[in-house]
Each structure stands twice: as C-alpha cells, then as structure tokens.
C-alpha cells in the first residue's frame, strides 16, 4: 500500500505527545521498556507500544493520563473539565473520562475541514438540530413530552427526547418536521438509525420537509439501508462522522465519499488483521490525541475496525493523513463464518441491505454456524423475501450455515441508546487472535 501523507507538524507532535507520556505520565511510564527508542522511526516506535483500553482508563484515572501541574479538582471547580462517563453498552464496561469542552469543539471545528459542504456551513454559529437517543445526548423525557423551548441550548434544537424511538407517536413525529421547517438548521446530526424511521414516516405520508445544508452521521454505523431511506426524503448531502469521548473528532466523510483522518486532531495507527479475517487493508484503528492539556490518550482502542483505501488517494484532492475507504464497523459488532472467519458488520451490510424493500435488520449468531436473521419489511411476499434472506446470508457465511429468518414489526435499540445491528451471542476470542501481529502488553 502507498504510505499516507503525513506533515512535519503532525510527525513533531506525535513525537512530542510519546516523549512526554512515557515519561512523566503514570499510564504510560511502563511503556518505556518496548519503546525502541529515538534511532527509529515515530511510526516504529508507536507500533512497539501496547495499547490503551478502557480497562486501563479505569485502573489509571484520572491522575495516570493528567500531567502533575494540572490539578483536577481545581479544573472542575474553573469549569474548564469535567467528569463524563460514558454510555455503556452491553457488551464493555461504562468508563468515566475527563471532558475538556474547549479541546473538544476545537477538534469538531477541525474536522469540518474535511467536507466543503460542513466547511461552508459550520461557521460555529450556525443553527444545529440533533435527532439522537436522548440517553445519549439532550434531555431525556419518556413520559411527558417537551415544548420546543425546553430543548433548545444555544445554536442546538434537540429534536427527540425519548429513550426508544418506537415510543414516537405520528403528533411527536409531526412535530419534528414542524421544527425542522421553524429552525431551519443548517446541520441535521442524527442517529443514522433514527433519522431513518422518520425518514420512513415522511415517504408513507407524503409529507414535505426543510432540507437542511448538510446531514452528519454519527454515534452509530450508518447502514446503506439509512442512506437509503434519508436520500428518498433528504435531498441534502448525507456524510459520516467517526469519533468517541475518549477521541474526540477522528474521522470525517468528504464530499468525494472517503473518510479522511483529523490529523489537526488526533494520530491514528493501524493493526491491521490476518489475511483471513481481511487485512491487510482492514484493521484496527488506534487514537492518540492532540494538544488536550488534561488528558493524554495515547493509542486508545476505539473499538472499531476500518478498512483503508489501497491507492491512499481522494477525487477530493485531500491527501493528509490515512484515507479509509469504509467504517467496517465495532469488535462488538462482529460475526463469525461457517470457517470461523471474521465478517465485519459492514460485510454484512452490503449483502443484507441489498434485500428488496426492507426497512430494517439485525442479525444474531447463537453458536458457531448458526445465524437468526430479524427483518422489518413491509413485502407481502414473506415467502420469497424468507428465501432471498436465507441465500444471501449462506452467501456471507457460507454453504453449511444454519439459518433461521423471523419477521418483526419493530425492532428496538440496545439499553445503550444505540441499534446494535449485529453480534454474536457467545463471547468472541480475543482479538489478537484476528490481528496480523501481536500487541504487546504491560
Ligand atoms: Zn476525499
């Protein structure tokens, strides 16, 4: 592969970001004794280094990721951080971080950059409206639905306030096309999968709605089946936006369809998998951050796997840092071949959102070889959707796979806030046994 494009910046900070940790910050001083040292490359050096989960994060916090001259207690008392913690889902620990508001808008601005229409548009002042799970962001009411002016904060309209979107009710529903036309955002940031099921709404009523700037993805993977159904309503440009709490702003969709790296912002490493899971190209991405003065977080595992483009080039012209072809999706996400191969939930996409007149999925895998397909469809023909179903996910995992299709009316989000749309129901390996080299440890 064609090596990314790196500035002398960004080489002197993730130098400079390494120097520091290993020596002066709890965290990382065990790393000392895999560093190579300085006669070998800053890339050299990072891959020789373990990495950080959330695991370390909770034997380490705060103190372990703060330098001594800043003093934590103080820094929440000034307002300038705070404790966050986030949302657990099912299947990893919830973890608390330092929240450095001022890092973090400094890395979302970055990231507008990397899309002409989000550079345009996102002048720091611009009308916002977010449609996310309320137990993510914003404030939560299930019971009692709010005025307009209870969710409105700064330039942000706060759309939903519920915890599962299937309590919506067509008047809730109603309302946010209503606010939509009143607002007028130029930026609609959504749960792919909740801007979807509005989506479906507004076509089977035939209902007009304002057509913002720029609609961003984030919090969860956005299915093709998500794109699908915003593009029938939204004739506004829909893009992804890949980060976390712990990393701030890492990835940003251009206007050419890649994803570009927020070297401003953040150093990114790859480990890529073996050759039968996917890689080279695919791998696990790693994030070091930049320039937050109370947090250092130095090779995080962000939990997802991305696949990166071969050539390292963009129609766009944006040639800084790693280029990713696609998001393949979250460890957690992942499901295991009839040969016990990994496939990502973004291979799986591509197959099952493929499937005629589907309005949505979520594939569980029991046990080895063994596969429970959940569908939404609105087809009357469930008899051939059945067999379409069963073939394309024979396709996927194989001749010998066992599968079973079950129809739903509904389907509903994890306790975390988000759609898990696949995983297995059997705890996987560790991933190093997917990974193409082995990661050190403390
Ligand atoms: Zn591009």
């Known amino acids: 592969m064609k090596q990314p494009d790196f500035s002398k910046e960004y080489i002197q900070k993730s130098t400079d970001i390494l120097d520091y940790a290993i020596n002066n910050l709890g965290a990382y001083k065990g790393w000392q004794a895999f560093d190579p040292g300085a006669g070998h490359s800053i890339d050299e050096r990072y891959a020789a280094l373990p990495v950080i989960t959330k695991k370390e994060i ?133 749960n792919p999968s909740f801007l979807a099921k509005l989506c479906r709404y507004i076509a089977e009523n035939k209902k007009r709605v304002f057509q913002p700037g720029l609609i961003v993805f984030t919090y969860e993977f956005p299915s093709r089946l998500h794109f699908k159904q915003v593009g029938k309503v939204f004739k506004s440009p829909a893009i992804s936006s890949y980060g976390s709490t712990e990393t701030g702003y890492v990835l940003m969709q251009c206007e050419a369809g890649k994803l570009h790296q927020n070297t401003k912002s953040c150093r990114l490493d790859f480990q890529p998998l073996k050759k039968e899971h996917g890689g080279p190209y695919t791998g696990r991405m790693l994030v070091t951050t930049f320039d937050n003065p109370w947090y250092y977080m130095l090779r995080f595992d962000v939990g997802d796997f991305a696949r990166l483009d071969e050539k390292q080039t963009c129609a766009c012209g944006r040639h800084d840092g790693y280029i990713i072809s696609e998001v393949e999706g979250r460890w957690t996400n992942v499901t295991l071949d009839t040969a016990g191969h990994m496939v990502t939930l973004n291979q799986l996409d591509r197959a099952v959102s493929n499937l005629k007149d589907i309005d949505e999925y979520r594939l569980e895998q029991p046990a080895e070889g063994v596969y429970r397909l959940f569908l939404v469809s609105r087809r009357k023909d469930k008899d051939k959707l059945l067999k379409e179903a069963e073939d394309k996910l024979r396709e996927i995992y194989g001749k010998q796979a066992k599968t079973e299709i079950i129809f739903e009316a509904q389907l509903a989000p994890e306790d975390s806030g988000k759609y898990a749309l696949a995983k297995t129901l059997f705890p996987m390996k560790s991933i190093e046994e997917y990974l193409a080299k082995a990661t050190k440890t403390l």
């Open 58 to 190: 909770r034997e380490n916090f705060p103190q372990g990721f703060v330098p001594a001259e800043k003093d934590v207690e103080k820094g929440i008392e000034n307002g300038d951080i705070n404790f966050v913690k986030t949302s657990g889902s099912s299947d990893a620990f919830r973890v608390t971080n330092i929240w450095n508001q001022h890092w973090w808008d400094a890395s979302e601005v970055a990231s507008w950059q990397l899309n002409s229409h989000a550079a345009r548009l996102a002048t720091g002042s611009h009308p916002e409206a977010i449609l996310v799970n309320a137990r993510n962001v914003g404030i939560i009411s299930d019971e009692v639905d709010l005025p307009f002016e209870k969710r409105r904060l700064g330039r942000f309209l706060y759309l939903n306030e519920k915890t599962d979107p299937n309590a919506w009710t067509p008047q809730l529903m109603n309302r946010m096309i209503e606010e939509l036309g009143i607002f007028k955002p130029d930026l609609l940031e959504a």
